[in-house]
């Protein structure tokens, strides 16, 4: 097996009609597919797959595994032996936590498979969370003003960059979830209101409504582009010179990136646009919305996450400093 692909065996794929009958080649082929490769085939979001790919890859050049199906006899001890070589190489708590995890989310769906009798990963001492605050720092209101107002001219890309940088403060995106949207993601009226259609993590949906403010830059910026017409087109696209924004491709996750870093090194801070997401959530929290609320906002699955964005306790003027008077 090369290590450099957990999934070198490729399925046989029907291109001629979904009714055709699979020949026998196609049919043994199949059924000779190690769970292991059904597993991460299984896998939808591409920064999942690679971060598991990324974590498997380094486990099997640590244990010598060539073959998907010698994951069947990996122990504890395998498992605690390559936790002690993680941290001598002095990698940081949260990315030992996270190679840990990939490996475990594998062997339980192998003991979903009865292809193994146990995780060997549970029981096995993680690192500790070094803290329960997220490490994406959160604009104070006036920095939040200012990026909103930074693009400051009247061109199509001025127009785009307000209304990305609004999507992001207003409604607490992650930026895959941003490159994803369509026109029609942002059509979708819910009891009279006008709601955000957001593809999540784990292929789940969730509807936002639309802020106001939102609304009209997006509004805005698709009377400048002349795209609005296209439906099932990208909403935020990339600008060419060479053809039209209607033919063009939507923007990448690291286009957003760098319009966002772009944006707040022109004001003085350099950020990134998790820390967009982080504010909106310290926003919301800090004008007394509900947190289980808040959780369903973000799209996290547990309200423990949630808690990492609540940076209410971090505010400076709130600290005991200001209290002290003589």
């Known amino acids: 097996m090369?290590?450099?692909?957990?999934?070198?065996?490729?399925?046989?794929?029907?291109?001629?009609?979904?009714?055709?009958?699979?020949?026998?080649?196609?049919?043994?082929?199949?059924?000779?597919?190690?769970?292991?490769?059904?597993?991460?085939?299984?896998?939808?979001n591409e920064n999942t797959k690679r971060?598991?790919?990324?974590?498997?890859?380094?486990?099997m050049q640590f244990t010598g595994i060539c073959n998907p199906e010698e994951f069947r006899v990996v122990t504890r001890a395998h498992i605690i032996a390559f936790r002690n070589e993680l941290k001598k190489r002095d990698l940081s708590g949260s990315t030992i936590r996270n190679k840990l995890a990939s490996i475990s989310s594998l062997f339980e769906y192998l003991c979903?498979?009865?292809?193994?009798?146990?995780?060997?990963?549970?029981?096995?001492?993680?690192?500790?969370?070094?803290?329960?605050?997220?490490?994406s720092p959160a604009l104070g209101d006036h920095q939040a003003r200012a990026l909103l107002e930074s693009p400051k001219d009247t061109t199509l890309k001025a127009k785009r960059d307000r209304a990305i940088l609004a999507v992001l403060l207003y409604h607490a995106l992650r930026r895959g979830e941003l490159c994803?949207?369509?026109?029609?993601?942002?059509?979708?009226?819910?009891?009279?209101?006008?709601?955000?259609?957001?593809?999540?993590?784990?292929?789940?949906?969730?509807?936002?409504?639309?802020?106001?403010?939102?609304?009209?830059l997006i509004h805005d910026y698709l009377e400048e582009s002349g795209h609005g017409l296209d439906e099932s087109g990208s909403l935020f696209k990339s600008l060419s010179?060479?053809?039209?924004?209607?033919?063009?491709?939507?923007?990448?996750?690291d286009a957003?990136?760098?319009?966002?870093?772009?944006?707040?090194?022109?004001?003085?801070?350099?950020?990134?646009?998790?820390?967009?997401?982080?504010?909106?959530?310290?926003?919301?929290?800090?004008?007394?919305?509900?947190?289980?609320?808040?959780q369903e906002w973000l799209g996290h699955a547990n309200i423990s996450t949630t808690r990492i964005?609540?940076?209410?306790?971090?505010?400076?003027?709130?600290?005991?400093?200001?209290?002290?008077?003589?």
């Not at 090194?265 to 509900?290: C, K, P, Q, Y």
């Open 2 to 44: 090369d290590k450099s692909n957990f999934s070198n065996k490729s399925l046989p794929i029907n291109l001629d009609s979904a009714t055709r009958i699979l020949d026998l080649a196609e049919f043994q082929q199949l059924s000779e597919i190690p769970v292991e490769l059904e597993w991460y085939a299984n896998l939808d």
């Open 51 to 59: 971060t598991y790919k990324n974590a498997l890859r380094d486990f």
């Open 112 to 135: 979903d498979k009865n292809a193994v009798t146990h995780n060997p990963v549970k029981g096995t001492k993680r690192p500790p969370v070094e803290s329960y605050e997220g490490k």
């Open 180 to 216: 994803k949207l369509k026109i029609k993601d942002v059509r979708q009226e819910r009891r009279g209101v006008m709601h955000m259609k957001v593809s999540g993590k784990g292929g789940k949906d969730r509807y936002l409504p639309i802020h106001p403010v939102v609304s009209g």
């Open 241 to 253: 010179n060479n053809r039209s924004i209607n033919e063009t491709a939507g923007l990448t996750a």
């Open 256 to 294: 957003i990136y760098k319009i966002v870093r772009f944006y707040s090194e022109s004001l003085g801070f350099r950020i990134g646009v998790h820390s967009l997401r982080a504010t909106a959530a310290t926003n919301a929290l800090e004008h007394d919305a509900d947190i289980a609320k808040v």
């Open 309 to 326: 964005y609540d940076h209410r306790k971090m505010r400076p003027e709130d600290s005991p400093t200001f209290k002290v008077s003589y």
